[in-house]
């Protein structure tokens, strides 16, 4: 069969419009990735704690997760009954608070009452999803709470919890910027040329003036303040390099001329343990508060994509641990123990991150948290290493980092064992071989729940989980006097 | 010329969404495949000739949490690697039993053994292995346990022991469990409870 020139002009042009048309594709594809923003999220502050909420989109309207919501700020109990979702909170010593929703509509029950929401109700994988225009009127009728919601930068504070700052230029020999919050502060700062700039995570650090201020300084000319996608930014602007101080416990930031030439590339030294894998020593470092401080960093295993043991078709090991770290840092904080929540929200961080990001935070004890449906009751494990020779104050090598600390992780094992055996609560120690626990330069243990019986349910059930966290609270509480207190 | 290029257009789409979805259908048999035969091999447990050695198996428990002896009679190969391969094989049939104290998942199944001049033994399994592999750090850490003191009872020159999944490095067995490591059979010891 033969073919004229003109005939095999489509068969060649056919693949090539086709083969283009895809890279264009691609190329979109590719582009909008890049250029995606960061996930939605809200960013809760109560007197209890602070955290992150992911935010969903349907239909052009952002939604927020009942449960994730309320859970830290009390006791939430919710279950899908068909297209019907009820939920019951109990806010810490108040009473208990009804609602219920209906999937596809914006009518729901508040107390016995009527409420309307601004857009219907959904319902995804069991969980419950209000707009989050409603999430503050919610929370003032549920948990009768003072709310403030700054809805364009997601910020919601929860009672009298907002921390404004004040500004003073003290101009000595050489100009010195005094920023003093109510409480202590703990910002990631990213120095340029120019420029420190403050970023707020965790801290509900809010400007009662206005958000730019000048200065009459030829050294330090003015700040600016922000807040956009759940975090605060202040900027202080020079015309040197500058450098920032902690003093007053973490309460006051005292920024100055930095004392040596700054790098020609703009470099970034995080604060916050999550940020810690690329910490840089920078001349703009800031000096830490300096005091002694016990600290238990609680590590919720899994996140994001990362979902961790299906304990049931419907609830994830992830969701599972997050609830119980929240309930674990409660209990601490009521025996007057500070602790920090590794993830606050459904985000996945790598083995190694955690680990980072936990020597990083130099705890007094690391926690990680799991949840299975085999077996039976609390699995509370120390880590599968052989005993080293060296010392905590030594080099130590990555892969087996927590081998120096296995007698104080063994000692927090034992002490919240006996917790668990004083609560007649069913309970297994063994060391196991768990990433990222040999990898922690402190004393470590990881604590696996599963049902307390035969009824897989069971696991999530609040009274259970209430008594576990009990259990560890009480157990790193006899303990504490062993542990040493790390300086920051 | 345009209506015939959208035709063209129109027809390669719904070639490749074709080839796709055989692609798939496919990629599923093959899974579906690799599961069913080593299921059917493992039904045969050990396969071997030769009289009925007994063994020392060490098998899970997932409800107190630590591993039983358990003799059992089986006839083993006399070369060490395919000994060694159908003696773990034995014990992850107990597992796939209905009424296993300690259940894996469907289709787990050891591909091969190679033992090393310094003691270690690199077991090679399936991926059906990790993949269908109950979630938990106990769960894990008791089959892991099991397959490295069984090992060691077999054949006491075995005395570490490295898991790959399908001749692959993996980050954990199945979301908790360290497979980057060698495990030291001396080390494992703490999980067993001799049946009374």
């Known amino acids: 069969m033969r073919f004229s020139r003109g005939a095999w002009r489509p068969l060649v042009t056919l693949p090539l419009v086709v083969a283009v048309f895809l890279a264009v594709l691609a190329l979109r594809h590719s582009v909008a990735q890049a250029q995606a923003p960061e996930p939605n999220q809200l960013s809760v502050y109560s007197p209890q704690t602070a955290y992150t909420v992911p935010l969903l989109e349907v239909k052009g309207q952002l939604y927020v997760g009942l449960v994730e919501l309320l859970e830290p700020l009390g006791t939430v109990e919710a279950r899908a009954e068909g297209k019907k979702y009820r939920l019951s909170f109990t806010p810490p010593g108040g009473k208990s608070r009804e609602a219920q929703f209906s999937e596809g509509k914006d009518k729901s029950k508040l107390g016995g009452k009527d409420y309307k929401l601004p857009a219907s109700f959904i319902v995804q994988n069991g969980h419950g999803y209000v707009p989050l225009a409603a999430a503050n009127d919610l929370l003032l009728r549920l948990a009768s709470l003072d709310v403030e919601f700054h809805p364009a930068s997601r910020r919601l504070f929860v009672g009298n919890v907002a921390e404004p700052f004040n500004l003073e230029l003290r101009q000595d020999k050489t100009a010195r910027l005094f920023i003093s919050f109510p409480g202590a502060v703990n910002p990631t700062i990213a120095t340029e040329p120019g420029h420190v700039r403050f970023t707020f995570r965790r801290e509900p650090v809010v400007s009662l003036g206005p958000d730019t201020v000048k200065f009459n300084d030829p050294l330090i000319t003015g700040t600016t303040f922000s807040e956009r996608d759940g975090i605060a930014e202040l900027d202080v602007q020079g015309t040197a390099p500058l450098m920032a101080n902690f003093a007053d416990g973490g309460k006051t930031i005292i920024v100055t001329a930095a004392p040596a030439p700054p790098p020609a590339v703009a470099q970034e030294a995080p604060q916050t343990p999550a940020q810690a894998p690329n910490a840089q020593p920078s001349p703009a470092q800031p000096q830490r508060p300096t005091g002694p401080r016990f600290l238990v960093l609680i590590d919720p295993a899994h996140g994001g994509s990362d979902i961790g043991s299906a304990i049931t078709p419907s609830l994830a090991e992830k969701d599972v641990v997050l609830a119980l770290a929240r309930r674990v840092q409660r209990e601490l904080a009521s025996r007057g123990i500070a602790a920090n929540l590794l993830r606050n929200s459904d985000v996945a961080i790598s083995l190694d991150q955690r680990a980072v990001s936990a020597n990083a935070a130099r705890p007094a004890l690391y926690l990680s948290l799991h949840a299975a449906n085999t077996g039976r009751g609390v699995h509370v494990f120390t880590s599968l290493l052989p005993v080293t020779s060296l010392s905590p104050q030594d080099f130590l090598p990555w892969d087996t980092a927590q081998a120096s600390f296995l007698d104080l992780s063994g000692s927090v094992a034992g002490s919240v064992a006996a917790e668990l055996d004083a609560r007649k609560m069913p309970y297994t120690t063994l060391p196991a071989p768990l990433r990222p626990m040999n990898n922690v330069a402190a004393p470590a243990i990881a604590v696996e729940i599963a049902p307390p019986g035969s009824n897989v349910d069971e696991i999530a059930d609040a009274a259970y989980q209430e008594q576990v966290a009990q259990s560890i609270a009480a157990g790193v509480a006899a303990v504490r006097g062993k542990l040493p207190e790390v300086r920051p | ?196």
Not at chain 2, 113 to 125: C, F, Q, R
């Open chain 2, 1 to 196: 010329m345009m209506r015939r290029l959208v035709a063209m257009f129109a027809i390669l789409v719904v070639i490749a969404l074709g080839l796709a979805f055989y692609a798939l259908q496919l990629k599923r048999k093959v899974v579906r495949d690799e599961q069913l035969a080593a299921q059917q091999q493992l039904a045969l447990a050990a396969p071997a000739s030769g009289p009925a050695t007994p063994v020392t198996l060490y098998v899970a428990s997932d409800a107190d949490g630590s591993l039983h002896k358990q003799s059992v009679s089986i006839a083993l190969p006399v070369e060490r690697t395919e000994r060694a391969r159908a003696v773990l094989r034995a014990l992850l049939a107990q597992y796939l039993q209905p009424s296993t104290p300690h259940p894996i998942g469907d289709g787990g199944d050891v591909r091969d053994v190679y033992l090393l001049g310094d003691g270690t033994a690199v077991v090679d399994s399936n991926s059906a292995f990790a993949d269908s592999h109950p979630s938990g750090v106990l769960a894990e850490e008791l089959t892991i346990a099991s397959m490295v003191l069984t090992l060691n009872a077999s054949d006491p020159n075995i005395t570490r022991v490295k898991i790959l999944v399908n001749g692959q490095e993996r980050e954990t067995l199945a979301g908790h469990a360290d497979l980057t490591r060698f495990y030291l059979a001396d080390n494992l010891g703490h999980a067993v409870k001799d049946t009374p």
